[in-house]
């Protein structure tokens, strides 16, 4: 909670007034009942009306004055909790956009996602309530006593020994309400991430005709988190009954014990009806006070969970460039330095560094220079999409290193290291936003230059056929454009910004075998200086290729060009000639 409440600090002296004008509305709802008493109690036994109307105004005054005061600091805290979550919003989503891809998959995006929403809704509401009801409330409990002390000194006596049962109720349920919307929270993480699969996966569900699995796997989730939702209300539902129970006992003693000493000529009627209004002022100034702490609870489960990722330390840090670091060799009598290295890199997910059962990388190398074009092969799971993942840098190799440029890749700031790229990933997106604009994706990319990576990429002609043309909007995630067409964008995403490395990762498959050829040539004619790393199961798509990588189980089984691999490797020529048998076919 205290890092949250940092983010306050900017505010203060906005809060600082409202509460001043909060301290003063409130003491005028304090002073209504004192006036009511005085009222019965020495103004109506003079038998003036005069006098009566003018303590009337004065009433009417407090009420008015109490309103107007109670509505301007309310406005005021609603205003500095909008600030503050909405600039709490934008760190925490800044902090996700730039985590590495290893705590993105330690937290989970539905958890992330659950963060930025719910989570600081419920620091949202915290802020404002306490600067409402927080402020307002302790000042109506003590304030109250005090006047009620003031008045009658033995009611207020029989009223105090209530509050101490009452404190004990808050602070028992206040204790065990956190780790209970601590498990709410995660459960929530469960289920946004049940209903984000699912929605993201409703056709393949619906065609292998899974919906009543997935239905029951949502009731199980949702059945989790409303167990937990169940018993975190009802651990904090038992305050309100206990407090009611507690604040009517006191009520009930107070009547009595009024009665007896009005009755007895030692309290005049005016005072106990002016006692019996505070009581239920401060009644419900002990109920807002649990609601108050109710609303703590869950603010302070929500805060550690976003403070946990604001808190997370950067572990890709960028390390200082070594002299001489990069790879020079001779050619020609000319120093050439390759585009792309990888020096005996291994790596795993989940693998330390001395964890060899976990790799799914093992000792692999490779050699790119400026204008070759690297092709990998392999099954699914052998490691492809791995290597782009860490050619970009979103891991961190666990042995070996990898060079761009003949210089280390963790040597690189982010910016830097991913503005030589253009990449297409095999689940990409398409934004809810003009199909120009998905190809500039807020880059310096004029119209000339997105027209012209849209014709290299075949994408121009069904752009243009489009009402509006580049203008034409694309729905969310692109389910207005086939799935030819949605790679084909995308692909022109990655052309437009002319990049020094094109990545390809499985991003044709969805092209037909003409146009999948229209592409190649497309980008051997207009990209000639460009490094191409491909990721396809087609032979057919890296056939043409300077080099051709073989995978099988994360170690490099073939390298090589396409008659190398075919004279020396059997997993890629027994590859080969089934696909051209089923091409054949």
């Given at each position: 909670?205290?890092?949250?409440?940092?983010?306050?600090?900017?505010?203060?002296s906005?809060m600082?007034?409202?509460?001043?004008?909060?301290?003063?509305g409130?003491?005028?709802?304090?002073?209504?009942?004192?006036v009511?008493?005085?009222i019965l109690?020495?103004?109506?036994p003079?038998?003036?009306?005069?006098?009566?109307?003018?303590?009337?105004l004065?009433?009417?005054?407090l009420?008015?004055?109490a309103?107007?005061?109670?509505?301007k600091?309310?406005?005021m805290a609603?205003?500095?909790?909008?600030?503050?979550?909405e600039?709490v919003?934008h760190?925490l989503?800044?902090?996700?956009?730039?985590l590495?891809?290893?705590q993105?998959?330690?937290?989970?995006?539905?958890?992330?996602?659950?963060?930025?929403?719910?989570?600081s809704?419920?620091?949202?509401?915290?802020?404002?309530?306490?600067q409402?009801?927080?402020v307002r409330a302790p000042?109506?409990l003590?304030g109250g006593?005090?006047?009620t002390?003031?008045l009658e000194?033995?009611l207020?006596?029989?009223?105090v020994?209530t509050l101490?049962l009452?404190?004990?109720?808050?602070y028992?349920?206040?204790?065990k309400?956190?780790?209970?919307?601590?498990?709410?929270?995660?459960s929530?993480?469960?289920?946004?991430?049940?209903m984000?699969?699912?929605?993201?996966?409703?056709?393949v569900?619906?065609?292998?005709?899974?919906?009543?699995?997935?239905?029951?796997r949502?009731q199980?989730?949702?059945?989790?988190l409303?167990?937990?939702e169940?018993k975190?209300?009802?651990?904090?539902?038992?305050s309100?009954?206990?407090?009611?129970?507690?604040?009517?006992?006191?009520?009930?003693?107070?009547?009595v014990?009024?009665?007896?000493r009005?009755?007895a000529?030692?309290?005049l009627?005016?005072?106990?009806?002016?006692f019996l209004?505070?009581?239920?002022?401060i009644l419900?100034a002990?109920?807002?006070?649990?609601?108050?702490f109710?609303?703590?609870?869950?603010?302070?489960?929500s805060?550690?969970?976003?403070?946990l990722?604001?808190?997370a330390?950067?572990?890709?840090?960028v390390i200082?460039?070594?002299?001489?670091s990069?790879?020079?060799?001779?050619?020609?009598q000319k120093?050439?330095?390759?585009?792309?290295?990888?020096?005996?890199?291994s790596f795993?997910?989940h693998?330390?560094k001395?964890?060899?059962?976990?790799?799914?990388?093992s000792?692999?190398n490779?050699?790119?220079q400026?204008?070759?074009?690297l092709?990998?092969?392999g099954a699914?799971?052998s490691?492809k999409?791995?290597?782009?993942n860490l050619l970009m840098?979103?891991?961190d190799?666990?042995?070996?290193?990898?060079?761009?440029?003949g210089k280390?890749v963790r040597?690189?700031?982010?910016?830097?290291?991913r503005?030589?790229?253009?990449?297409?990933?095999?689940?990409?997106?398409v934004?809810?936003?003009?199909l120009e604009?998905?190809?500039?994706?807020?880059?310096?990319?004029?119209?000339e230059q997105?027209?012209q990576?849209?014709?290299d990429?075949?994408?121009y002609n069904?752009?243009m056929?489009?009402?509006?043309?580049?203008?034409h909007?694309?729905a969310?995630k692109?389910?207005?454009?086939?799935?030819?067409?949605?790679?084909r964008?995308?692909?022109t995403r990655?052309?437009a910004?002319?990049?020094?490395i094109?990545?390809?990762?499985?991003?044709?498959?969805?092209?037909?075998y003409k146009?999948?050829?229209?592409l190649r040539?497309?980008?051997?004619?207009?990209y000639?200086?460009?490094?191409?790393?491909?990721?396809?199961?087609?032979?057919?798509?890296?056939?043409?290729?300077?080099?051709?990588?073989?995978?099988?189980?994360g170690?490099?089984?073939?390298?090589?060009?396409?008659?190398?691999?075919?004279?020396?490797c059997e997993v890629?020529?027994?590859?080969?000639?089934?696909?051209?048998?089923?091409k054949?076919?």
């Amino acid at each position: 909670m205290e890092a949250i409440l940092k983010y306050l600090k900017p505010y203060h002296s906005g809060m600082a007034v409202g509460f001043t004008i909060k301290v003063l509305g409130t003491f005028a709802d304090l002073g209504l009942p004192w006036v009511l008493a005085y009222i019965l109690d020495y103004v109506v036994p003079k038998k003036k009306v005069l006098y009566v109307l003018l303590w009337g105004l004065v009433m009417a005054g407090l009420a008015v004055a109490a309103r107007l005061l109670n509505i301007k600091a309310n406005r005021m805290a609603s205003r500095v909790a909008r600030d503050t979550i909405e600039i709490v919003r934008h760190d925490l989503f800044e902090k996700i956009m730039y985590l590495s891809g290893m705590q993105t998959d330690a937290y989970s995006i539905p958890s992330l996602i659950s963060r930025l929403t719910s989570d600081s809704y419920n620091v949202h509401s915290m802020i404002g309530r306490v600067q409402r009801i927080g402020v307002r409330a302790p000042i109506i409990l003590v304030g109250g006593i005090i006047i009620t002390f003031t008045l009658e000194p033995v009611l207020t006596l029989v009223l105090v020994t209530t509050l101490p049962l009452l404190a004990v109720v808050v602070y028992r349920v206040s204790k065990k309400g956190i780790p209970l919307y601590t498990q709410v929270s995660q459960s929530v993480d469960g289920v946004v991430r049940i209903m984000r699969e699912n929605i993201s996966g409703i056709r393949v569900i619906k065609a292998l005709s899974k919906t009543d699995y997935e239905y029951n796997r949502f009731q199980a989730g949702n059945a989790a988190l409303a167990e937990n939702e169940f018993k975190a209300g009802i651990t904090m539902a038992i305050s309100s009954p206990m407090m009611n129970m507690i604040l009517n006992l006191g009520l009930t003693a107070i009547i009595v014990v009024g009665a007896y000493r009005v009755n007895a000529g030692a309290s005049l009627p005016g005072k106990i009806v002016a006692f019996l209004s505070y009581f239920t002022m401060i009644l419900n100034a002990m109920m807002s006070i649990t609601r108050v702490f109710v609303d703590i609870s869950k603010a302070a489960a929500s805060a550690d969970r976003i403070a946990l990722v604001l808190a997370a330390k950067e572990d890709l840090p960028v390390i200082a460039e070594e002299k001489n670091s990069g790879f020079n060799a001779i050619n020609t009598q000319k120093e050439i330095v390759p585009r792309i290295q990888f020096e005996h890199v291994s790596f795993g997910y989940h693998a330390a560094k001395e964890d060899d059962e976990k790799l799914c990388l093992s000792d692999i190398n490779f050699t790119i220079q400026p204008g070759e074009s690297l092709g990998i092969l392999g099954a699914t799971g052998s490691g492809k999409t791995t290597i782009v993942n860490l050619l970009m840098r979103f891991y961190d190799v666990n042995k070996g290193r990898i060079l761009i440029d003949g210089k280390d890749v963790r040597e690189y700031t982010p910016q830097k290291l991913r503005e030589k790229f253009g990449v297409v990933f095999q689940n990409d997106t398409v934004f809810h936003d003009t199909l120009e604009e998905n190809i500039k994706f807020g880059r310096d990319i004029t119209k000339e230059q997105a027209e012209q990576a849209a014709k290299d990429a075949c994408a121009y002609n069904f752009i243009m056929e489009k009402e509006g043309g580049f203008s034409h909007e694309a729905a969310i995630k692109g389910a207005n454009l086939s799935g030819g067409q949605k790679q084909r964008l995308l692909i022109t995403r990655a052309l437009a910004g002319s990049p020094e490395i094109l990545v390809f990762d499985d991003s044709s498959s969805a092209l037909d075998y003409k146009t999948d050829a229209k592409l190649r040539q497309a980008i051997r004619e207009h990209y000639k200086e460009t490094t191409i790393l491909m990721v396809a199961q087609r032979v057919s798509s890296l056939m043409g290729l300077t080099h051709i990588l073989v995978l099988e189980d994360g170690r490099a089984i073939g390298y090589g060009n396409h008659e190398e691999l075919l004279a020396q490797c059997e997993v890629y020529r027994e590859i080969y000639e089934t696909q051209m048998d089923a091409k054949e076919l």
